[in-house]
């Protein structure tokens, strides 16, 4: 499922084999056709930039911008390498003469200019990004009791517009950490258990960018709590309806 720290990953591969460096673009399913993807062809990729679980790949006055959504991915293979998809079903190929970057599925894939990045109302409303080097927890917090304080800390922390790349494996691992119920309304949650969710957040991703996600300890969790023994519960929550792991003994 992709977050905040495969969006992270999947921008350090494709700057290792793209950047710099001119561009054959193709799109092998018609979903990426219809996108106008194919206008990046033969334009150089000056840089790569992540926000949240946006991904954007700046071509002079153009970005592609993609979002992943639930099992959208992008794949990085060595020319002549074995696909792990068919190819007809990649919605964009960027291709270099040593590796070729595969886009698949997601809500989002298109190419906007630059110039309107500043204003595009998908982009635009976005929180500050969980895993950005400058990220300043306090501005989040400040966000956080500016919204809605009867909702639950695990939709809220979820709400991209409040702070971005955070998804529900990470609500449910951050929450986990530290012991905060996510069912808890946001009134009832002190400015220094938000601070402490949302870095646990922050520690859990940046660690995932680095040596891959790790066993969970309650996402998707089946028999006793592994820290306290407790019942590890798991129900629907948000208008989403996406499903939250927690333990009921001790998750205050």
């Known amino acids: 499922m992709p977050e905040g720290d495969t969006i992270l990953r999947a921008r350090n591969r494709l700057t290792d084999a793209l950047l710099g460096q001119t561009i054959a673009v193709s799109a092998p399913n018609p979903r990426g056709r219809s996108t106008g993807v194919q206008r990046l062809d033969g334009l150089v990729l000056d840089r790569i930039e992540t926000h949240g679980k946006n991904l954007m790949l700046f071509f002079g006055d153009r970005l592609l911008h993609s979002h992943l959504g639930m099992s959208g991915s992008w794949q990085v293979y060595p020319h002549g390498a074995r696909w792990r998809r068919a190819r007809s079903s990649a919605w964009a190929v960027l291709s270099t003469e040593q590796y070729e970057a595969a886009q698949f599925g997601g809500p989002t894939l298109r190419v906007l200019p630059v110039s309107r990045l500043a204003l595009d109302p998908q982009l635009s409303r976005l929180g500050p990004d969980i895993l950005a080097p400058g990220f300043e927890v306090d501005a989040v917090v400040s966000a956080l009791r500016a919204a809605d304080q009867q909702r639950t800390l695990g939709e809220t922390i979820l709400d991209q517009r409040l702070v971005a790349g955070i998804g529900n494996i990470f609500k449910c691992e951050a929450c986990f950490a530290t012991r905060l119920s996510p069912w808890r309304a946001v009134e009832q949650v002190t400015d220094d258990e938000l601070r402490a969710v949302l870095l646990a957040a922050r520690e859990q991703m940046l660690d995932a960018v680095l040596r891959g996600r790790q066993p ?16 590890v519960s798991s129900r629907g929550q948000g208008d989403a309806n996406r499903t939250t792991w927690w333990c009921e003994h001790c998750q205050s």
């Open 216 to 231: 969970f300890a309650v996402y998707n969790h089946r028999g006793p709590c592994t820290r306290c023994g407790g019942r």
